[in-house]
């Protein structure tokens, strides 16, 4: 007669403990970094802005307390500038398309011409470049306290250059009115509790790191 063979039923499989914390280990070890390197960097927490008092393009009185409870990305600008100011500018543009208008994030851009910039022309500056009034507000006020703004507060360079050829011009009026202005370039990230938390180049990169520190702090 033959034999039929049945299925074994297999043992169950028995691990030492030094085999299960050995395969942890060599499981864990390659994980960890990588769980690590996703974790942002801390942002740094580099102080409170002192209280400030402008105008904004609709000649609304704008200050420090307008800044609580939202994130804002600074830029310092004026309107008769023909090389850097417009680059950033449209930089700042592209930011703009990038936000929810019902977030938490905006837009500043502050005037460090402020004895020409009057708000009539920065709003006609803002909509040349499709700024929106509920996102993106434009600053200036007395030159006094722009300057005392831009360079104690938000620590931004700011000052007058004569042009080569002003010296040449004889009238007092047209000489004061030839002149150029150093200002500082990066954008500055402004926390809900008008606190700066860091400097960007407004390249690509800096633009990404920016957008993607603000979305952050503003989802605290």
């Known amino acids: 007669m033959a034999e039929t063979s049945l299925p074994t039923t297999p043992g169950h499989l028995r691990l030492s403990p030094a085999w299960l914390l050995f ?14 390197s996703r974790r942002p960097p801390a942002l740094p927490d ?50 703009q398309d990038r936000l929810d208008p019902h977030g938490r994030v905006g837009l500043l851009s502050i005037s460090v011409d402020p004895e020409r910039d009057t708000p009539e022309k920065l709003r006609g500056y803002g909509e040349a470049y499709g700024a929106r009034d509920d ?19 938000f620590k931004m360079a700011m000052a007058k250059v004569p042009l080569e050829d002003a010296a040449r011009q004889s009238d007092d009026e047209l000489r004061a009115q030839t002149f150029d202005i150093m200002h500082g370039d990066r954008l500055v990230l402004v926390d809900a509790d008008a606190r700066i938390r860091g400097y960007y ?3 690509d990169a800096g633009l990404n790191a920016v957008l993607r520190a603000a979305r952050a702090l503003a989802a605290r």
């Open 23 to 36: 395969a942890a280990l060599a499981l864990a070890i390659p994980v960890a970094p990588l769980l690590l």
């Open 46 to 95: 580099l102080g409170e802005l002192p209280a400030f008092s402008l105008i904004d393009q609709r000649g609304r009185a704008f200050g420090r307390d307008d800044l609580r409870g939202k994130v804002w990305v600074a830029d310092f600008v004026f309107t008769s500038c023909s090389d850097a100011c417009p680059r950033l500018t449209q930089r700042m543009r592209s930011l």
């Open 135 to 153: 996102l993106w507000r434009f600053l200036t006020g007395s030159p006094t306290e722009v300057q005392r703004t831009v360079v104690k507060g």
């Open 201 to 203: 180049v407004a390249d």
